[in-house]
């Protein structure tokens, strides 16, 4: 049976929330992902998250992260109220997108998703968290 190649994922805000939470998982899906880019608007911090996922590339600017021929799909933990407009960037771009909640601020903005999505025809995930304390 033919293995497929990992997915090329990037991080759109590679902050906190991903170092803590999504990196780890990532990490144990190894198979399945492999961490190609980083973005974050810190110069120190992106490093810093560079370093962290052992990724070859990193951007302060989101928007050039989505340029990147090299990926396949992003990830978007940045803050809520750039999922939807980040979402949007992405899927016009031809990347797949799995996004942590919300998948935007309000109605419009989920509907926004939904319909650029399907005129994209990429697919558009969100992951919808519950706290465990």
């Known amino acids: 049976m033919r293995r497929l190649s990992p997915i090329r994922l990037g991080v759109l ?8 939470r999504h990196l780890p998982v990532l990490k144990d899906l190894a198979a399945d992902f492999q961490i190609t880019a980083v973005s974050r608007r810190d110069p120190d911090k992106l490093a810093e ?18 340029d990147d021929p090299e990926l396949d799909a992003v990830l978007i933990a940045s803050l809520n109220a750039l999922h ?11 990347k797949d997108v799995l996004c942590e909640k919300p998948p935007g601020v309000n109605h419009r903005e989920v509907l926004d998703v939904a ?16 706290s465990v304390r």
């Open 13 to 20: 805000g590679a902050g906190s929330i991903f170092l803590r």
């Open 49 to 66: 998250a560079q370093q962290a996922a052992g990724c070859p590339r990193a951007y302060t600017d989101w928007r050039k992260l989505l």
């Open 84 to 94: 939807a407009p980040m979402t949007r960037a992405a899927v016009e771009r031809g």
């Open 115 to 130: 319909r650029a999505a399907e005129r994209s025809g990429r697919i558009v995930m969100w992951r919808i968290q519950r």
